[in-house]
């Protein structure tokens, strides 16, 4: 176990009846808002009335930023960041998913930074300065309302890259698992799909000694695997809702991964090279990804914590022999993707090919940070994504 500081500073407001309190909480940053959404589902819903109704209330000045696409681009971000510029914004009002949260946060802190706004993932030139944003969430996946990250597409380059920064995280966040009603039952699926791959990511660990964490980790992706199919099923039912979309937020939040630096993750760089390239949705890609991820690594040195997670998560016969739970517990996520949330299994039926497997496998194996829980070589990754195929 290594030493952490623990600083999860995002205030929550869960529930019902909650959204009342946005106006007194934007005032606290100032009195020029952006609103950003993105293709309009907000509209639908009836969301977007309500949020209006409170900013006007609060006699606040309102302007917009909408059409932020799924996979956010670095396009919309610079359009955001430069409005922010021009208005003189005082905080960003994120209503959506995290895409709008994402690229929200890199307009938050392309506000203050006038060189190429890829800096930020490219360069990694550091966060000095970014406008507060607060966010009203609409779909329980990615937990960007309550974590440090924001991943963007550059779409010149087909690139898609994730970048932390503590003064990205958003200073609030409004959790009505009502908004999350309208979710269709593919994104249900999705989302679900991020939030169970977030913790397992965290769970695949070298790091041990900390059994309070991975305790907890288990009860989050039992959490997952219990309430997403019943979401899936049952749209309108509140329970599942809810603890999907607060499981969403501690799955990334820091939390489980806070004892065990920087725990660079596998699947995840994985799929975002597939969606930077096709466009497809990230929790897809990760549903496709991870049982191949897994039948790659398991082996004699990872066999213990795969009992683990079939015995502990799945409820498998722990008097079986390990590699049989280890098996049988690849076999129940499987299951779990593609029969309880009817996810496609493979990524022939989304129309890809082995074309640009070479460049994302390079891209993936090219890394120098701290060690993966099992290190992936070029032809690693490449026996990953053609086994997904
Ligand atoms: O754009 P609108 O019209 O709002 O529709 C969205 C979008 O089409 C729709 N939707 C959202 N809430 C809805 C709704 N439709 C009906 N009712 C609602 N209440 O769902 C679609 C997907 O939305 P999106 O925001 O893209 O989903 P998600 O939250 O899964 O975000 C995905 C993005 O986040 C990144 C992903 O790579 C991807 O770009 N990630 C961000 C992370 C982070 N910040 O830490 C970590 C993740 O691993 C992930 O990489
Ligand atoms: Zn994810």
Redesign the pocket.
């Known amino acids: 176990m290594r030493d952490f500081i623990y600083n999860i500073p995002t205030k929550v407001y869960f529930g019902k009846d909650q959204l009342h309190h946005l106006g007194e909480e934007l005032k606290r940053f100032g009195n020029k808002v952006l609103l950003t959404?993105?293709?309009?589902?907000?509209?639908?819903?009836g969301?977007y009335d309500k949020v209006v109704k409170e900013v006007r209330d609060a006699n606040l000045i309102l302007h917009e930023y909408s059409?932020?696409?799924?996979?956010?681009k670095l396009s919309s971000v610079a359009e955001g960041a430069d409005l922010c510029k021009k208005l003189d914004i005082d905080v960003i009002l994120a209503v959506?998913?995290?895409?709008?949260?994402?690229a929200s946060?890199f307009m938050a802190a392309g506000r203050y930074y006038d060189g190429d706004y890829w800096d930020f993932h490219s360069k990694k030139v550091p966060v000095e300065k970014a406008l507060p944003v607060v966010c009203v969430l609409?779909?329980?996946?990615?937990?960007?309302e309550m974590?440090?990250?924001?991943?963007?597409?550059n779409e010149a380059t087909h690139e898609?890259k994730?970048r932390?920064a503590e003064l990205l995280r958003p200073a609030v966040a409004f959790m009505d698992p009502q908004?999350?009603?309208?979710?269709?039952k593919y994104?249900t699926a999705?989302?679900s799909a991020?939030i169970l791959?977030?913790i397992m990511e965290s769970y695949f660990s070298h790091e041990k000694g900390m059994y309070m964490t991975d305790t907890a980790m288990v009860g989050l992706m039992k959490t997952v695997i219990k309430y997403a199919p019943i979401a899936y099923n049952d749209p309108e039912n509140y329970e599942a809702r809810a603890n999907l979309m607060w499981a969403s937020s501690w799955a990334?939040n820091g939390f489980t991964r806070i004892d065990k630096g920087t725990n660079p993750w596998s699947c995840?760089p994985i799929?975002?090279e597939l969606?930077a390239f096709y466009d497809i949705?990230?929790?897809l890609g990760?549903a496709i990804v991870t049982p191949r991820w897994m039948k790659h690594v398991l082996s004699d040195e990872t066999l213990d914590r795969f009992a683990e997670f079939g015995i502990e998560v799945w409820e498998i016969d722990y008097n079986l022999p390990k590699t049989e739970i280890a098996r049988e517990a690849i076999h129940c996520l499987e299951d779990f993707f593609y029969k309880d949330l009817h996810l496609t299994s493979n990524l022939t039926d989304l129309g890809i090919t082995d074309k640009y497997f070479e460049i994302m496998a390079e891209r993936v194996s090219n890394y120098s940070g701290e060690p993966r829980y099992v290190e992936m070589s070029k032809q690693d990754v490449l026996d990953i994504l053609n086994a997904s195929l």
């Open positions: 959404y993105g293709g309009g589902s907000i509209k639908k819903t969301l059409g932020i696409e799924p996979n956010p959506g998913g995290g895409s709008v949260i994402d946060k609409t779909i329980a996946a990615t937990g960007s974590d440090t990250t924001g991943v963007i597409t898609k994730g932390s908004n999350t009603y309208s979710v269709s994104q999705c989302g991020d791959s977030h990334i995840h799929e975002h969606s949705t990230h929790g990760l």
